[in-house]
C-alpha cells in the first residue's frame, strides 16, 4: 500500500486534537476460555509494539487511553505502554467491551479538551463502524473503503479536529489514515 507516514504526521500536526481508534493485536482463538478472557498471541505482542513504536515515531503518543476491559486489549494497552511510558493516562472500561459504538461516542465525549490525542482500544466490528460514523463527509473514499472492510487486527484509524473531543458528533473528524502494523515497519 505504501503508507507515507511522513505526511500523517504532518497533518496531524494541523489539529488541535487527534482521535486514534485501535483494534487489539492478535489474540489467540477461542478455545476453553471465554471469549473477554482470550490472550495475545506472539504475534499480537509483536504488532503492538510495532504500532506504538510507530506512533511515538509520528509524534501521536496518546495522553488518555480508554482501554476495553477483554484480556486481548488490557495486554495490547500494557505492551504499548511499555514504549509510551507514563505519559498517557488509561481507563480500563467494560463497557468498549460489551456496549458497542455508543461506548466509543462516551469516551470521546468524557474526555477533557486538555488532552491532544485520545486512543480508543477495543473490537471488531465496533471500532470500525465507529470510525464509519466519525469520518466526516469529504474524507477520502479510498480510507473510506478501508473502513467498510473492518481493521485488522492492531489496525489504526487517525482522526483530527479542531473541535475538543466533548463536541464531536457523527461526521466531526477528518479522516487521516487507516493503518496496519505493517505500515509502521
Known amino acids: 500500500m505504501g503508507v507515507n507516514l511522513?505526511?500523517?504526521?504532518?497533518?496531524?500536526k494541523e489539529y488541535r486534537h487527534i482521535l486514534i481508534v485501535m483494534r487489539h493485536a492478535k489474540a489467540e482463538s477461542?478455545?476453553?476460555?471465554s471469549d473477554r478472557d482470550r490472550n495475545l498471541t506472539d504475534k499480537g505482542l509483536k504488532q503492538a509494539k510495532t504500532v506504538a513504536k510507530g506512533?511515538?515515531?509520528?509524534?501521536?503518543?496518546p495522553d488518555r487511553i480508554a482501554c476495553s476491559g477483554a484480556a486481548r486489549a488490557l495486554q495490547t494497552c500494557e505492551r504499548m505502554l511499555?514504549?509510551?511510558?507514563?505519559?498517557?493516562?488509561v481507563d480500563y472500561r467494560q463497557s468498549l467491551y460489551d456496549n458497542g459504538v455508543q461506548a466509543v461516542f462516551?469516551?470521546?465525549?468524557?474526555?477533557?479538551s486538555k488532552h491532544r490525542v485520545l486512543m480508543v482500544l477495543g473490537h471488531e466490528p465496533t471500532v470500525s463502524i465507529s470510525c464509519q460514523w466519525l469520518a466526516s463527509a469529504d474524507s477520502d473514499p479510498s480510507l473510506l473503503d478501508l473502513l467498510n472492510l473492518g481493521l485488522s487486527t492492531a489496525g489504526v484509524?487517525?482522526?483530527?479536529?479542531?473541535e475538543p473531543f466533548e463536541r464531536w458528533q457523527i461526521r466531526t473528524g477528518q479522516l487521516l489514515?487507516?493503518?496496519t502494523p505493517k505500515d509502521f515497519d
Open 6 to 12: 511522513k505526511k500523517v504526521a504532518k497533518a496531524a
Open 30 to 33: 477461542l478455545g476453553k476460555s
Open 55 to 61: 506512533l511515538a515515531e509520528l509524534k501521536l503518543v
Open 82 to 89: 511499555k514504549t509510551f511510558g507514563d505519559h498517557p493516562t
Open 106 to 112: 462516551d469516551e470521546i465525549a468524557q474526555t477533557k
Open 157 to 162: 484509524v487517525i482522526f483530527g479536529s479542531d
Open 177 to 179: 489514515a487507516v493503518l
